[in-house]
């Protein structure tokens, strides 16, 4: 690839020429661009460099080069981050995985797979399909996003509340420090001895270094699914149905709840159709054994029957379930239809406070006059609000800021999180102090220096600094454009 | 029993406890380690030989967290429980079975007094924990005071959180290296309404192992699957009654043995509770192996050879239990545990020893890391 005068110090770039072939080395300006921005399209920042390893071996020696120079890196998957946890920093050089995607075994027997991290989440479910086995994380983006990146933000989907999130479903992985040092975490079996590694590396937005070779935990795909819709005359109402099937002890896969904002986002942009006259819908799936459905979905019924809803419909087969989900995961790439630009925020309350929640969203957004949709994993209390504006009218960019940080606020002051699964990354780092204390910040510092003395991996998010570039306009992601990825 | 020299302090606030490491931490090189202890219920994690202090230079000093009670939020509609590190696992399993709700990672020695904050500690799993998870699994926030005196919170108390590095999971298995764990919060989900197992005795490990894998692909759910020492392979289900009992029956099918029996009721239930609380001669080390299940039938091989008596092989191959008589030296388990092309670790569990860890972890490098992070002046035992 085409090189071109950077000003990273010389020695480092030599190293680079060594360790890396001309195709898979780059500091071209146009090969650059390509890589500036990732899934949270406010940030914009041109790398250096960009390379491409092959192997555990160049990994290593890219990191250890990095630290040696004192050059920042950030490890890139398919940059599907929605917090912006792979922008690249502006002095220093992005490690793109991409070229590391194989499956390099498959047991049914431990049940796992075991991958490099750029393998795609869904290659895995695939490989994985012959033995009646798959992946359970099912971020929006899997058919694009890949498991390193899953693994660095611990990324989460529509199912979390039954399955849990990636770092439930991981048992072992090989990693370069930020020091260049090599550690294995966590071993292909189910139990553990000792203090858990893996579990405080994945979710560390790529802090304390790359993971290079994971094991990944393969389950039994379920064999049948109850997927209804209702319908409801008000948010509350929705989120009260919630609290009576989590009351009466069901666990189902998914609970999902759009506001009428969302549900005309996705009528207009996958033609998905809702009960009239209703300002809610829930999405409610029951997954499992065919045994344990068929006497859970009478339940089920039996309860969504006692909360009146204005109507009804159950999912009679896949496509008719396909369209349901469809619909649910569009509002993101269809919001466009309502209104230029919009920022999304995924703080988190405690679920028996969601119906206080939306209200005091629903006051923010009256008070500030920037519309909010909402469409949420009520299961988990996973608040997804659509923060619409018009980028093109004066300070409207500042003002759903504004509104973006009372929402997170709020999901604080209600004993929540600011985020559930997007990460912190660069959108959220002034936030995390309020979240923990002073000295709580201190020791994840600690922890990060041990790893990364330098703090070359993925420097300047998470933790607040002064190296903030500025935001731009907020719009959607080409692959959101595409309906590929969602911000879910 | 205690093979230490002195009782435990027992620290009744958690200011009490930060002025106890930061106390420790002034004092000269000479001062004893911490090692934070529960109930002592694990005693091969709590109780140790008094040759290691020799061996170590220092003394050790344990401080109990078993003052430190009670639940502190309780909140079922959004499925998490806070409570003390002391709090006993019995006395939260009864506030929570208020709601019909519970911890599905299914605690061991319970009977035994163990605390929220050992079972933490310890990493060790019920044997019901392969449908919805592992401790790792559930636990959502703690706070712990860290080798400087401070009490530091990670995590947050609600079901779904990426914010921060994930201390909490860090904490599970930690025996105490990093920390004083003083307050948890866990997920907590609903009971199920009924169980059902199928028993089915094979004619070898091998045998058993092949019908594991079967069921265990099959889409059932299947909350525990144990494989005992004579061969019988124990497959739990869990939801609605008839549910359990029709996928026990599906089970039974897909292994294709005739000699296959369904229990439910008491039978069954107390079945699990003598598997979950192992009730062991005090004349023996009860060890935990983390394993893979490829290996199992290699292991029993060399369990045979050493003529171990009580093994079982738990959570579906992914563990071994054993009990290795303390009078003989754990050396050539060590041996056969790090053997460099299948490593394996384990935790001792019960009964002393120098370690409460053996064979092989490659997290090793990683924990000596953290530990400089968490614990700059040493004040807890090393790895």
Excluded at chain 2, 296 to 325: A, C, D, F, M, T
Aim: aromatic share 6%.
């Amino acid at each position: 690839m085409h090189d071109e005068q950077t000003d990273l110090p010389d020695d480092f770039l030599l190293r680079m020429r060594l360790i890396y072939p001309a195709d898979r080395y780059t500091t071209s300006s146009a090969h650059l661009a390509t890589f500036e921005s990732d899934g949270l399209t406010a940030f914009a920042v041109r790398p250096k460099a960009v390379v491409f390893p092959k192997s555990e071996e160049e990994v290593q020696q890219t990191v250890a080069a990095c630290h040696r120079w004192g050059v920042p890196f950030v490890a890139r998957g398919s940059g599907t981050s929605l917090s912006g946890g792979s922008l690249p920093h502006s002095q220093g050089i992005v490690i793109a995985l991409n070229r590391m995607n194989r499956i390099l075994e498959l047991d049914p027997v431990d049940m796992v797979a075991v991958v490099e991290p750029g393998v795609v989440n869904l290659a895995v479910t695939r490989a994985a399909a012959a033995w009646g086995l798959h992946f359970a994380p099912d971020p929006s983006s899997q058919q694009v996003c890949t498991i390193g990146g899953n693994l660095a933000f611990n990324a989460g989907g529509a199912h979390c509340l039954k399955y849990g999130m990636t770092s439930n479903h991981v048992l072992a992985a090989r990693v370069v420090l930020g020091d260049g040092s090599l550690v294995t975490l966590g071993t292909r079996s189910l139990e553990h001895a000792g203090a858990d590694g893996l579990g405080l590396f994945v979710g560390s937005e790529g802090l304390q270094g790359i993971a290079t070779q994971v094991t990944l935990r393969l389950v039994p795909k379920p064999e049948a699914f109850y997927t209804v819709l209702a319908g409801y005359s008000s948010v509350d109402q929705a989120g009260d149905a919630v609290s009576l099937i989590i009351e009466a002890g069901l666990l189902p896969a998914a609970m999902e709840i759009m506001d009428r904002t969302s549900m005309q986002a996705a009528t207009l942009g996958v033609g998905a159709k809702y009960p009239a006259g209703a300002d809610a819908v829930l999405i409610v799936e029951l997954d499992g054994a065919k045994e344990s459905v068929k006497e859970d979905q009478a339940r089920l019924e039996a309860l969504l029957e006692k909360t009146a809803p204005i109507a009804r419909q159950v999912a009679a087969d896949a496509g008719e379930r396909a369209m349901i989900w469809k619909g649910r995961k569009s509002v993101f790439s269809a919001v466009g239809h309502l209104s230029p630009d919009f920022i999304v925020q995924d703080g988190v309350v405690p679920r028996n406070r969601l119906g206080e929640a939306l209200r005091r969203i629903g006051e923010i957004s009256q008070r500030t006059g920037i519309p909010v949709a909402n469409v949420f994993h009520a299961g988990d209390g996973n608040l997804h609000p659509l923060i619409m504006f018009d980028g093109r009218q004066s300070d409207a960019l500042e003002k759903a800021e504004a509104t973006a940080a009372e929402i997170v606020k709020l999901c604080i002051d209600m004993g929540g999180s600011i985020t559930g699964e997007h990460g912190v990354g660069m959108e959220k780092r002034a936030f995390l102090p309020q979240m923990f204390n002073g000295p709580s910040m201190d020791m994840m510092q600690r922890i990060r220096k041990a790893c990364d003395p330098k703090e070359v991996a993925n420097r300047g998010k998470m933790f607040p600094t002064g190296e903030a570039p500025s935001m731009s306009l907020y719009g959607l992601h080409p692959l959101e454009k595409q309906g590929i990825a969602s911000r879910m | 029993m205690s093979s230490m020299d002195s009782k435990p302090m027992t620290p009744s606030s958690v200011d009490e406890v930060r002025d106890l490491v930061k106390q420790f931490a002034h004092q000269g090189n000479q001062r004893p380690y911490l090692l934070p202890v529960g109930s002592g219920s694990k005693t091969g994690l709590s109780d140790w030989s008094p040759i290691l202090p020799d061996q170590l230079g220092r003394k050790i000093e344990r401080i109990s967290t078993s003052r430190l009670q009670g639940v502190i939020d309780y909140n079922p509609a959004d499925f998490t429980i806070t409570a003390y590190a002391g709090t006993t696992i019995a006395d939260l399993q009864s506030v929570l079975d208020e709601h019909r709700q519970f911890l599905p990672f299914d605690p061991v020695f319970v009977s035994r007094g163990a605390t929220l904050g050992g079972t933490i500690a310890s990493g060790v799993n019920g044997p019901c924990r392969m449908l919805w998870g592992g401790i790792r699994d559930f636990v959502l926030a703690v706070e712990f005071v860290d080798g400087t005196g401070e009490s530091i919170t990670a995590g947050a108390r609600v079901v779904k959180n990426t914010a921060g590095f994930d201390l909490p999971k860090f904490f599970v298995g930690s025996a105490g290296r990093f920390g004083i764990l003083t307050s948890i919060t866990m997920k907590v989900f609903p009971k199920p309404r009924g169980y059902a197992t199928l028993h089915l005795p094979c004619k070898d490990w091998r045998e058993a192992m092949s019908s594991r894998t079967q069921i265990m692909h099959s889409p059932l759910e299947i909350v525990g699957v144990e494989l005992l020492s004579d061969a019988t392979l124990l497959v739990r289900f869990a939801g609605e009654p008839k549910a359990c009992m029709a996928m026990a029956k599906r089970a039974a099918e897909l292994a294709g043995n005739a000699n296959g029996q369904i229990l439910d009721g008491v039978q069954e239930v107390m079945l699990w509770d003598e598997l979950r609380d192992l009730v062991t001669a005090p004349a023996h080390h009860l060890i935990r192996l983390a394993t893979r299940p490829g290996s199992i039938v290699r292991i029993e091989r060399k369990l045979q050879e050493w003529e171990v008596g009580y093994r079982r092989v738990g959570h579906g191959g992914n563990s071994v239990w054993l009990e290795w008589p303390c009078q003989r030296s754990l050396g050539p388990l060590g041996e056969y545990c790090k053997e460099k092309s299948h490593p394996i670790a384990g935790t001792i569990i019960l009964g002393p020893a120098l370690s409460p860890w053996v064979g092989c972890s490659g997290d090793r490098v990683y924990w000596e890391l953290i530990q400089k992070a968490l614990d700059p002046n040493q004040c807890f035992l090393p790895i």
